[in-house]
């Protein structure tokens, strides 16, 4: 068991180590950020001394080199826009985004498990074909369109409620229903199926000729098999609830971390953006890395295989 | 007079509008032990699953089920619940994955006393301690907080015995308990069985298409061919004489371990499409004996003389006994 969580640990900052260098690189190639800092029409020199300060002359693997040894040290960086540590900018901004992304998830949760599970129990019924439909609707509707027809409704047209900023509470009501629409449908879907299966399953034929009560049937003998599938959907939404707010926060200019990510990646603001990748990464390892050591205690049987 | 422990009076059961029980009409005396045999898809499980509501929501049964006088066909979920573990208990073919994978064993086992013994704590763990060491699971204590791919397919069918133990039902429905496990294993649960119907007086069902483990634990048998019963007599009656030239079939194809080596006869085709089975009599087109009017009239399940009941138009002639009776007789 240790030795599992111990080669899953080495495998997650692999991956972190991974990203942080891919960003590194692309980054890099993909523009100069003297140019788009100080604009097209300053002299030569100026950039050439921008350069300079921010070690942007040097060969690449040098800066690199000198960008893994300081992240080892705690240190993420200046933004070379607000001249303030990157890691700040990005740590001030977090907490706004998870107003939206937490709320977002408790509602796909609470809303996509429990209709997938009662779609399953009343296969081929109105219901079910209603849940099914309604899911497809929310997953395939992407969420930008989703935003503007929310915006258009109820700001535009009915005007009960502000369409971006976050001065109050009713601000976070539109962007976080826009995040979590798509989310409940895709749980939904997910629960229902892993639902169907489990539910023809022999054991839940046995729990049933034992006399059970259907609800404990369903809940004490059929969720808990059909836990697993839902858990690994649930596990990728935990994981990005840090970076899944990128395209909602512009629509509804939420000042998050996906706004800052936008503004920085036009800004060609290397130290942000390289720290918001590493922090999107380290989200979705570590909530992977709990996903696979839940996998264990939902599943004895796949305890038994990790123990090998 | 005492009603029978079980009685299934014209049990019908259509999937999705397609009939595949065609009228079942079944017995089962306080402590008997019945057989039900025939191939696979002839209704025999179907016909117990039904009679206890465990059918899915698309199947519609219809007729009777009353146990003790009691009519329990389309009753409450309540109802149902109560007699499923509690008066009947099932066990299925595959014991492996007919326990939940999830939930410790002794769990699954206490969790049937708490509902039909109000057995909770530690006096719920003793009893099924008890239960798992007299269905000879060895070391039931240590084994009490194991999951059930810890144990083997044959432990695993002694779990479920013990599971369905734990309600003290009247009657165990036994579905193909054998048919996934190997020889060895076999003969052990049978044995089980025999014994612990001999310890606990209750009756048994027994599902299967292994006609040598039904003669080891039955005393009346069923043999049953698509959704109907087509020969129903002691067991030693069906064995020594089938009379219907299905259940002549079963046995014909049987190899014998005694005697000279012999081409085993098998029934020729193969069981009819529930969804257009033939006029008739549903075995004619397999049948050697059929004539004109197997294929056009349905022979009803009737007693004949010698005590059993056979739906069949051309029973197979009785060779051995009776004529040498019946010469004695006429010397007399």
Redesign the interface.
Known sequence: MIRFVLTRLLRAVMTIFAVVTFAFVVLRMSGDPAQVMLGPDVPQDAVDAFRKAWGLDQPLWVQYLAYIKSIFSGDFGVSMRDKVSALQLVLERIPATLQLTLPALLLKLLIGIPAGVYAALHRQSFADRGVILLAIFGFTIPSFVMGLLLVLIFSVILGVLPSGGQDTWMHSILPTITMSIGGIGILARFSRSAMIEVMGQPYIRTASAKGLKWSDVVWGHALPNAAVPIVTIVGFMVGSLIAGAVVVESIFSWPGIGRLLVVSVTNRDLAVVQCILLMIAATMVISNLVVDLLYGWLDPRLRAQTAH | MIPNLVELRSLRVAFDGVQVLHGIDLDVGRGESVGLVGESGCGKSVTW?AA?G?LPGKASVTGSVRIEGREICGGS?HVL??????RI??I?Q?PS???????RIGRQIT??LA??RRLHGEAAKTEALRLMDMVGIPDARRRFDL?P??FSGGQCQRL?IA?ALA?QPDLLIADEPTTALDATIQAQILDLLVQLRAETGMAMVFISHDLGAVSQVCERVCAMYAGRIVEQGRMEQLFAEPRHPYTRGLFDAIPRIDGPRQRLIPITGTVPNPKNLPAGCAFSPRCGRAVEACRSDLPNLEPIHDGRRLACHRPVPVVSAPPVRTRTLEAV
């Open positions: 699953l206890l465990l979920r619940e109560e007699v499923r573990g509690g208990a099932m299925f595959d994955s007919s326990l939940n994978p999830v939930i969790e049937a509902i039909h999951y791919h810890e479920m599971m309600g």
